[in-house]
């Protein structure tokens, strides 16, 4: 009778490669280097994953919810993207690239299991292989375009249209109109005062699109809300 | 004796060669199937080069200077980047990566002379080559810094700051504290109105840190600009 028993390690490595979608392009020597080097994890809601211009590693995530944000010298947050299952934070390992001038802060919006693929490992997989430096240019296009899409929400849409269009799109991400989230918290993700949010809620509820209780905001009739955000 | 002319076109790829940084990471047969089909061509101030969504192909400057900006539908500008001598201009190819959701426009600034790279050629380039691949990923990630330095001016700096950086960054450009360069302009650049520009203006002018005449901005003190723009 064959020994049919796999080790943990190759387990590990078959999950891995189910989310890395370019295994299949890599060499087995380069799947080797990879899958020996990255490591799993589980992270509770609220952990900090990255905050500073150290090279934490990409992040690939497995299940949960992240959120990267920039922070002002006062303490003011901006929801810059969040990532979800299958998605890469390349952004935690700027030494990946010459040219990231930039800091970000990532945390856990839920609990998350998630792979770190050390930068070193990573980098010396791009200046081989041309499918994973392809790869990151189209994981960083897709982040730019996220960016170019806040960019023009905060230059040319008033605060109004901003917050109603974060309620339709967390109540997509959650796939409930009943949104458990402080005022504070929507502050922090639109760059603004919890005061500007709570104005602007309160109107909301007036025009019939949201009721209010403590710590919940409960979406009452999306169409009115999608107009509002100039859907 | 040896005939020693060179044809035009051979001139034309050398002089390409100076300007593409990787050339010497292509392959031969690369190198063929770039240099037959790169464009050059000179430019007066103000030609708009690529205004939508297709693909004009990638932009390197020879000499000059281009700018990237984004229109809102009520036609206000604000300025994303600009390009300079060497400068590769990749968004004006967004058939190259699928990631790309966005749409800039580009200008000349000034009489510019550049080189148009087919974006199916560049493409192609990519798919084969890491050092291609690598050398787009550097770019992106210099356009994504400059995006994310105006993410922070526009959530974090008001409206005096933004101008004070924004003259002092033009004077740095122009080599030369006489801006010739209108209020219309500068609130093209920042995104805002020219009201707003003008008011800002006449309040510094007040302050003694530039002197405005017809078409002119003048800067008669840096210092006290720079500590405005919060540098």
Chains 1, 2 share one sequence.
Not at 66 to 71: A, D, G, P, Q
Not at 185 to 206: D, P
Request: glycine share 4%; charged share 25%.
């Amino acid at each position: 009778m064959n020994e049919r028993r796999i080790s943990q390690e190759c387990l590990e490595t078959m999950e891995f490669s189910k989310y890395f979608p370019i295994w299949n392009q890599l060499t087995p020597q380069q799947r080797e280097m990879i899958a020996a080097k990255v490591t799993l994890q589980a992270v509770k809601k609220g952990t900090i994953l990255h905050n500073d211009t150290d090279c934490t590693g990409l992040l690939l995530v497995k299940s949960g919810q992240l959120r990267t944000f920039i922070l002002s010298n006062e303490g003011r947050e901006v929801t810059i993207y969040r990532l979800f299952d299958r998605d890469l934070c390349l952004f935690s390992a700027p030494c990946v690239l010459h040219s990231i001038q930039f800091d970000i802060i990532v945390t856990a919006e839920k609990d998350t299991e998630l792979w770190t693929i050390p930068a070193d490992i990573y980098r010396q997989l791009m200046e081989q292989s041309a499918p994973v430096a392809n790869y990151t240019n189209e994981i960083m296009a897709s982040r730019f375009s996220e960016v170019m899409w806040l960019v023009e929400q905060v230059m040319w849409h008033s605060m109004d249209k901003r917050v109603a269009a974060f309620l339709l799109e967390e109540a997509a991400i959650a796939g409930t109109d009943c949104l458990h989230i402080t005022h504070e918290n929507i502050a922090n993700h639109l760059g603004t005062h919890r005061e500007v949010v709570t104005r602007m809620l309160r109107y909301f509820q007036n025009e019939g699109t949201v009721k209010l209780t403590r710590g919940i905001v409960e979406l009452t009739n999306r169409e009115k809300l999608a107009v509002l955000a100039g859907k």
